[in-house]
């Protein structure tokens, strides 16, 4: 990472360079990174979200940056306004249009209950509801065969209720179009025709795979987020060419690959978990720079906490995910990055419910009004008011100064909702929240570590996000990890993690055909038209790729087994045509995944996955300066007192300026390291060194109780 700065205005006598920029947008706030591929030089910037308008908190952080979009020639983007969208059920008025006789699939679900002994258990509330979901006479069979032929008439009298009820978008699933698309295709072609204004989206244009419910809970999600998602990417290609932009416009999907503004348009799922993905991408390029095989990606911003995994050097990536939690959840069979989330990040509200208990998030402050300390209306407490009531935070130095923080408005707000309800004193009131946070936090590193068959505490945390490293050795030890690594620029890093991403191509096709009699031939005749329509893609795309790489892998499973796993098919696998390799790879997997495998077990193929990706230049980690064991005096920021529940009181504890550090430096804790957009707290016990790359590398002391 080369000369790394925070902020300041270009001056007017200063080139212009081309630059490639990335903005991620959470919660809270807005990051901006933009990176001049000619000198390896990097800006930052940081403003608070705007949620009202989201495309103003981006140029916010861009003039704060001293970037600007005419001299860009990429533009790459990740939000999160995708889920949110989802998850807070403010999305278009919706109409399904399905098989006669499977209008209720999308309600009925798989009829699993997650808990079976809780009392209080409650279904998954469908995005669309039953009287908007109309049923068309048709029917394919499994074998692609048409069954029933298309009743035009039927889709014409659907089309005079959608009409009727005002509808503002209109997802298509029919049983089967999986495999032949052809009656979805033409039903497209006559919504579009009757409802030329509504956002209309067919199952096999996102999801090529088999289960129907998967399929309908997928396209009726899109077609859900559809209208605000490509009103929001349409108002940003609008802003980005008012100020001179001439470049590409790419936002991230949820593999942490990129695609073009128009196919976000339209395929608005694939980027529900777009910025968190960027993050894990950014972990990963650390990981292989670091000669790291095993990390948990954690990064923690102002709403949220989400964990992702690089395990033997590779992110690793889902085929569906539930969104909104188990208990509840939607599915949604797109390719994605495994992240894990949790509704707690610094804006995360403390409150005490009717039972008296004390519960954090997943109700944040947002950016609008924020927590108590931004003094911006806001009156709840939060977890980021506890971090400056326990002296974590420099209420004079929040972003280099530049945000002042109220610490009495803090005070005021925990004692008037939590210390006082719970007959505590401000300061243990604030630690309990603390806890809290951290052990909520840490379901999400156990979900998404230990719940896939790995040994967490044999993985290093990589913390980020404006609040990761203010919390990262507490949840470190809540699992009994040993080691955390804070990135440079933590607050800013999935911004960073962007310029690691690929313009990037996902295809699927189920396949069922047992491993001993599938054919290597039959196989790469799958392949073959995926990876050429990948291949097409990225030429017409017109972004500079330094290099096309296409990878396979398949969906297998133990014949009579209900869910397959993904396994890696390696080129060699296809060159030797080793039938043997593969079925070892997949009993490998399954071991991994769930502690168990049957090598004797025959085995059958479900689906082919494959992924044309063309690779973009990167940034290259920047060597800092060499310094002695202790911190040079001039990364001395004084001392204050931090209230650590280790020892069980309050500390007298040096700071330090991050920039001021240097590679080899030793710190023993308690101690902070402060950097513009984030805090490092480093618990009593820890041991903090600075790698040859800036990188804070912390041993983690034992949890004391």
Not at 48 to 59: E, K, M, Q
Not at 159 to 179: K, Q, T
């Amino acid at each position: 990472m080369k000369k790394l700065r925070p902020a300041g205005r270009r001056s007017s006598q200063e080139s212009s360079p081309r630059t490639r920029l990335a903005a991620d947008i959470g919660g809270t706030f807005t990051d901006i990174v933009a990176f001049d591929e000619k000198t390896g030089r990097l800006l930052l910037g940081k403003a608070l979200s705007t949620p009202a308008r989201l495309v103003d908190g981006i140029s916010n952080g861009m003039e704060k940056a001293g970037a600007r979009f005419a001299d860009a020639e990429a533009f790459l983007h990740g939000s999160t306004i995708a889920i949110n969208t989802m998850l807070e059920r403010t999305g278009a008025r919706t109409a399904l249009l399905t098989t006669e006789g499977f209008r209720d699939v999308y309600e009925i679900g798989r009829i699993n209950r997650p808990d079976a002994y809780n009392l209080y258990f409650r279904k998954h509330v469908p995005l669309i509801e039953r009287a908007l979901r109309f049923e068309v006479r048709e029917r394919i069979t499994a074998e692609g065969e048409i069954h029933v032929a298309l009743d035009e008439a039927s889709v014409h009298a659907a089309c005079d209720r959608l009409e009727a009820e005002g509808v503002e978008a209109v997802a298509i699933m029919f049983l089967h179009s999986y495999v032949n698309p052809a009656h979805e295709t033409r039903t497209r072609e006559i919504v579009h025709e009757r409802l030329p204004r509504a956002f209309v989206t067919a199952s096999h244009e996102l999801s090529r795979e088999y289960r129907e419910f998967e399929r309908c809970s997928t396209v009726v999600a899109n077609a859900y987020i559809g209208p605000v998602v490509s009103r929001y990417v349409r108002g940003i290609d609008e802003r980005l060419k008012q100020s001179g932009f001439e470049g590409s416009f790419l936002l991230v999907q949820s593999t942490g690959g990129l695609y073009e503004s128009h196919q976000a348009r339209t395929q608005c799922v694939r980027m529900l978990e777009s910025g968190p993905a960027a993050g894990v991408i950014g972990a990963q390029a650390l990981c292989r720079e670091l000669d790291l095989a095993d990390a948990v990606a954690f990064d923690m911003g102002g709403t949220t906490a989400k964990a992702g995994v690089i395990y033997r050097g590779e992110a690793l990536t889902t085929g569906a995910a539930l969104i909104g939690g188990y208990a509840q959840a939607l599915p949604v069979q797109i390719p994605m990055m495994d992240i894990f989330e949790v509704g707690t990040g610094g804006g995360s509200i403390a409150a005490v419910d009717s039972s008296g208990a004390l519960k954090v998030g997943p109700k944040s402050a947002g950016a609008n009004p924020g927590p108590a300390c931004y003094a911006l209306g806001g009156r709840e407490a939060t977890v980021t008011d506890a971090n400056l009531v326990l002296g974590r935070l420099a209420a004079e130095r929040f972003l280099s100064g530049e945000m002042k923080l109220d610490a009495r408005a803090a005070e005021r707000a925990i004692r008037e909702h939590i210390a006082g309800p719970l007959g505590l004193d401000i300061i243990h009131a604030s630690d309990g929240i603390l806890r809290i946070a951290a052990t909520a936090m840490s379901y999400a590193v156990k979900a998404v570590s230990t719940e896939r068959g790995l040994d967490a505490a044999a993985f290093t945390l990589i913390a980020y996000g404006g609040a990761g490293p203010l919390h990262a050795s507490a949840i470190a030890r809540e699992i009994g990890m040993k080691r955390v690594i804070v990135p440079r620029a933590p607050g800013h890093f999935c911004a960073f993690g962007m310029l690691f991403s690929d313009l990037r191509y996902d295809f699927v096709r189920t396949w069922f055909t047992r491993l001993v009699d599938a054919s290597f031939d039959a196989i790469e005749k799958v392949y073959e038209p995926l990876i050429a329509e990948g291949r097409k893609a990225l030429a017409e795309s017109g972004v500079r790729a330094e290099g096309v790489v296409a990878a396979r892998s398949a969906d297998m499973r133990y014949i009579g087994q209900e869910h397959p796993v993904s396994v890696d098919l390696p080129d060699v696998v296809f060159r030797r045509r080793n039938r043997d390799a593969l079925k070892r790879r997949f009993d490998e997997e399954h071991l991994r995944r769930y502690g168990t495998c049957a090598p004797e077990e025959n085995a059958e193929i479900v689906s082919l996955r494959a992924s044309v990706t063309g690779a973009m230049k990167k940034p290259s980690l920047e060597r800092i300066a060499r310094g002695g064991r202790a911190p040079l005096s001039s990364a001395h920021r004084g001392k204050r007192k931090v209230y650590f529940a280790e020892p069980g009181r309050s500390l007298a504890t040096q700071s330090y300026a991050r920039e001021s550090l240097r590679a080899g430096n030793r710190i023993e804790g308690p101690a902070l390291v402060e950097e513009h957009a984030s805090t490092t707290v480093v618990l009593p016990g820890d041991r903090l060194e600075v790698d040859a790359f800036g990188n804070l590398v912390i041993e983690v002391g034992r949890r004391t109780k």
